[in-house]
C-alpha cells in the first residue's frame, strides 16, 4: 500500500541501476496517465504521459507501462542517476481533473 | 519561453487572517489549475478556471475562492485562516480545455499559519 507525505514509499537504488516506481490508480474511466517528479523547492514537472489505448510508452531513459486491467501504471528510469532524486507522483485524469498520487520518494546512492 | 510564476514565493500569516496568491501562466494559456500539497494529503486539486470561469472545483470549503483575469492571470483566496491551511499551493497552466494537455505547474507559494 502506499503512505503519505513524510512516510512516502521510499525506493532506495544504486547510480547506474534501473529504477522502477510503481502506482495504482483508481478510477477504471481514466484514459490518460501522467508521470510527474519533484524536487525539493519545486513543482512538479512532467516526465512522461501516456493514453488508455496504449500499454507502453517510451522517452529518453524512462518508460511507462500501463496495466488497464489491475488498473496499475509504473515508470522504469534507465541507468539512475543522482539527479533522479526527488518524489515522483503518478497522475490520472478521465471524467474528473488530474488526480495525483501519494509519490515515492527516489533515492539515488551514489 | 517563462514558465509559470506563482508570487509570492513564501508568506506567514496568522490564524483568522486571509491571504490572496496570484499565478501567471504560460504566455498563451488559457487554463489555470490550483492545487494544496501537504504532508499528509498530497496534492489536492482546489479550482481550474478557463476563459474566466470556473470549470472544475474540488471538494473544499468556501473559504477557498479563486478567480481568473482576462489576460489569463489567476489569483486564488483564502479566508479566515487555519491551522490546517498551511501548505504549498501550486498553480498549474495548460494550453487547452479539452484532451490530454500536460499541466505545467510553477514553483508553489508556501504558506504557513501560526
Known amino acids: 500500500g502506499e503512505s503519505v507525505g513524510l512516510h512516502l514509499p521510499t525506493l532506495s537504488v544504486q547510480e547506474g541501476d534501473n529504477s522502477i516506481i510503481n502506482c495504482a490508480y483508481s478510477n477504471s474511466a481514466s484514459d490518460y496517465f501522467i508521470w510527474y517528479k519533484q524536487e525539493s523547492g519545486k513543482g512538479p514537472q512532467f516526465i512522461i504521459d501516456i493514453r488508455s489505448n496504449m500499454d507502453k510508452r517510451q522517452g529518453q531513459r524512462v518508460t511507462v507501462l500501463l496495466n488497464k486491467t489491475v488498473k496499475h501504471l509504473s515508470l522504469q528510469i534507465a541507468a539512475t542517476q543522482p539527479g533522479d532524486s526527488a518524489v515522483y507522483f503518478c497522475?490520472?485524469?478521465?471524467?474528473?481533473?488530474?488526480?495525483f498520487g501519494k509519490g515515492t520518494r527516489l533515492s539515488v546512492i551514489a | 519561453k517563462a514558465g509559470v510564476t506563482q508570487t509570492p514565493r513564501y508568506l506567514i500569516k496568522t490564524r483568522g487572517q486571509q491571504v490572496t496568491l496570484s499565478c501567471s501562466p504560460i504566455?498563451?494559456?488559457?487554463?489555470v489549475s490550483w492545487y494544496q500539497q501537504t504532508p499528509g494529503q498530497g496534492l489536492q486539486f482546489l479550482f481550474e478556471y478557463f476563459s474566466e470561469t470556473q470549470r472544475n472545483k474540488g471538494n473544499f470549503p468556501g473559504r477557498f475562492s479563486g478567480r481568473q483575469f482576462s489576460n489569463s492571470r489567476s489569483e486564488m483566496n483564502v479566508s479566515t485562516l487555519e491551522l490546517g491551511d498551511s501548505a504549498l499551493y501550486l498553480c498549474?497552466?495548460?494550453?487547452?480545455?479539452?484532451?490530454?494537455?500536460?499541466?505545467?505547474f510553477g514553483a508553489g507559494s508556501r504558506l504557513t499559519v501560526l
Open positions: 498549474a497552466s495548460r494550453g487547452g480545455w479539452s484532451g490530454a494537455n500536460v499541466l505545467t
Open positions: 497522475a490520472e485524469m478521465g471524467n474528473t481533473p488530474l488526480v
Open positions: 504566455s498563451g494559456h488559457r487554463s
